[in-house]
């Protein structure tokens, strides 16, 4: 099968890669191509470089600063941008609560955030997860009790990613315990320096903060910081992903571990390391897979930019994409080895190397990515729906 873009999008595409050729910095670009952590310094310095240039929020309703592309447009930025080895934007704020406070936001709501979002002058971390509510979200207990023109909130949120980086966090948290779950919840955004809040990391297996646990403690919250009507919020939480929900294949970031690959395979052979005929042969079997993950998307997102219904594609893609992701990375590893070894731990980036650059962070990328079919709905989640809306089971 074959998709080309049309004269047109080609245009775009070079008009994207001209742009970060010339404004994204070699020292990021290098860090984000070998795997490595940019900082909140070098991302929010990045953001600002999009900003400037009107591309920072290409979801967003023009009138917030959206940039009015379409879906298989977007999906070219993304392309690009990933393969020029540009930082992603923080998700929290761009891709989650950005849209949201554009749809149902008041005025000062939208006034107050969505400038300070785009220029990476606030940032948001997501505030879902419960330790007993996390696949089954509606069960959540966080209670926020109104008093007069404030919630008082109460509970624990947790697997908080990046919420020691946060100005604020968008927590669901239940304002009614007396009807049906998803009835009695709301969406309210809190100052993280508000007093009662505290946050203590949680640390994965190699050392590395990967999240928070976050506690409220009697927090006083304006009833003006709500986002949407009261016992609404799952409706705005629903929407929070929107069109974004469709661009979850991952198929740029598939890109660049099909190039470290490629590299690894080329080096370990310069190297003098015999290698077996099937490892270049599964390679080839990734190429073909990603190829087919490419095709698909860019199918779905034309039929969905055409106003396509959209039912269960969201989760084929995400389960396809987050799985090619982990099948690269037990492949790379295979062929790296030992080599990516010395820099998994925390504090690592002060050990030298001992192998090429693009070992460095393999074992570390690999870990990393093992949440991609855990977080944002678990893989088997995913695949309840597909039971459900496409197998009707
Ligand atoms: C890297 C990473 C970053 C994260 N960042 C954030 C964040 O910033 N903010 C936030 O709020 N949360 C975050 N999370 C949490 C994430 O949303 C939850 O981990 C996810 O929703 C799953 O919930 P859980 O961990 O409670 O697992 P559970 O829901 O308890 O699931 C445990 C296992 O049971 C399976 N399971 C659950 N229900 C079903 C079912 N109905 N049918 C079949 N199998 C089922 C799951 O697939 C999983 O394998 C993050 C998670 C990861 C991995």
């Known amino acids: 099968m074959q998709y080309q873009l049309i004269a047109e999008q080609e245009k775009f595409r070079s008009e994207v890669e001209a742009f970060l050729q010339t404004e994204l910095p070699g020292e990021v670009a290098d860090k984000v191509r070998f795997g490595a952590s940019v900082s909140k310094d070098e991302l929010g310095a990045w953001t600002k470089t999009l900003n400037a240039k009107g591309w920072a929020a290409p979801n967003w309703p023009q009138e917030y600063g959206g940039t009015n592309w379409n879906l298989v447009q977007r999906h070219i930025f993304d392309v690009a941008c990933r393969q020029a ?6 998700g929290f704020g761009f891709n989650m609560v950005g849209p ?15 400038p300070k979002i785009r220029n990476a002058d606030l940032w948001f ?3 879902y997860s419960e330790p007993q509510a996390g696949s089954d979200l509606a069960s959540l207990r966080m209670s926020a009790q109104r ?6 909130v109460n509970g624990q949120k947790t697997w908080t990613s ?9 927590c669901l948290v239940r304002t009614n315990p007396q009807v049906q779950q998803q009835k009695g919840i709301s969406f309210l955004l809190i100052d993280m320096h508000s007093p009662g809040v505290t946050v203590k990391p949680l640390y994965a297996f190699n050392g590395k903060r990967l999240w928070n646990e976050v506690f409220f403690a009697d927090v006083r919250v304006p009833v003006q910081q709500r986002l949407g009507e009261q016992d609404h919020g799952w409706t705005v939480a629903k929407s929070l992903l929107g069109d974004e929900r469709l661009l979850v294949s991952r198929v740029s970031e598939n890109k660049r571990i099909l190039s470290l690959l490629r590299s690894a395979l080329q080096a370990q052979g310069d190297r003098g390391i015999s290698l077996p005929q099937s490892l270049a042969d599964e390679i080839d079997a990734i190429e073909v897979r990603l190829q087919a993950l490419e095709m698909t998307s860019l199918r779905i997102l034309t ?9 269960a594609e969201p989760s084929m893609l995400k389960l396809k994409g987050s799985q090619l992701v982990q099948d690269q990375d037990e492949l790379l590893f295979r062929l790296v080895d030992y080599l990516s070894l010395p820099l998994d731990r925390v504090g690592a980036d002060t050990t030298a190397p001992v192998g090429p650059k693009f070992c460095e962070y393999v074992a570390a990328g690999r870990y990393h990515h093992r949440g991609y079919t855990i977080a944002g709905g678990s893989s088997e989640v995913q695949y309840n729906i597909i039971a459900k809306q496409v197998l009707g089971l």
């Open 303 to 311: 039929q969905a930019d055409a106003g396509g219904q959209v039912g």
């Open 125 to 127: 971390c997501q505030g």
């Open 147 to 152: 008093e007069g023109d404030e919630y008082v």
């Open 100 to 114: 949201a406070i554009a749809k149902f936001g008041s005025s000062a709501q939208k006034e107050e955030f969505l």
């Open 162 to 170: 990046a919420a020691e980086h946060a100005d604020w966090i968008f």
């Open 85 to 90: 080895h540009a930082p992603q934007l923080s």
